[in-house]
């Protein structure tokens, strides 16, 4: 059983660009969550998404924003880059059941802004 | 809302010592708890887990045991090994993962 994959590994962008990221899910798993893990902030959570809508999200602001499509498969897009942006994103895959407790995480994409 | 507080780092140990890390919890409900791991240059691995009072979550030698009275959740190994080298973090799922800060754990041969 595939794990959960997510594209590119390893990114550079220049301050006032965008980016989007690329995760793919577990096969069967109709829930994922993005979180971002920098030094200072540790892990923080960004959004999660289930059945292609957005079911909960965190403290960011609006430049950080998803989808998710209809097999699952889910993008994270950032607007108007910020050195701050600088982080390991890590998505995250669950059945997304209620009671369902367990997620998986992808290796993450390592995002640097220059 | 809901937080994890674990014990501070770095914690460099011995092949074969024993390994404690200290995790409270603070939630207003009765959410399920983790332990994950991540190695250098990976993403996180789920370790072990329990999802209700009294549960003990084992694997690879790591225990846990989720006690409601104290609301901690603390990971123990009685002898750890350097491939146990890593990065703990503790969590609690309410409708997202809260993580601890994080633990990093290295054992010296």
């Known amino acids: 059983k595939a794990g959960v994959t997510q594209t590119p590994r390893y990114l550079i962008k220049t301050r006032g660009q965008q980016v989007t990221l690329s995760c793919s899910p577990i096969s069967g798993h109709r829930s994922v969550s993005w979180y971002q893990q920098t030094p200072g902030q540790g892990l923080q959570f960004l959004f999660e998404y289930f059945s292609e809508t957005q079911r909960n999200k965190g403290n960011f602001p609006g430049r950080f924003s998803g989808r998710q499509f209809s097999n699952s498969r889910s993008e994270m897009n950032v607007s108007t880059l910020e050195l701050g942006d600088s982080a390991l994103y890590l998505c995250?895959?669950?059945?997304?059941?209620?009671?369902?407790?367990?997620?998986?995480f992808g290796q993450g994409t390592r995002l640097t802004v220059v | 809302g809901d937080s994890v507080t674990q014990m501070e780092g770095p914690v460099t140990l011995s092949e074969e010592a024993c390994l404690t890390i200290n995790c409270t919890y603070t939630a207003t409900g009765y959410p399920s708890l983790f332990w994950y791991v991540q190695y250098p240059g990976e993403g996180l691995q789920l370790l072990l887990k329990?999802?209700?009072?009294?549960d003990k979550g084992s694997n690879k030698g790591f225990e846990a045991t989720y006690r409601k009275e104290t609301t901690s959740f603390h990971l123990e190994k009685g002898s750890v090994q350097v491939s146990d080298s890593a990065v703990y973090f503790c969590a609690l799922n309410d409708y997202k993962l809260s993580f601890g800060a994080g633990t990093t754990v290295t054992v010296r041969a």
């Open positions: 329990a999802t209700k009072a009294d």
């Open positions: 995250a895959s669950s059945l997304g059941n209620q009671g369902d407790t367990e997620a998986f």
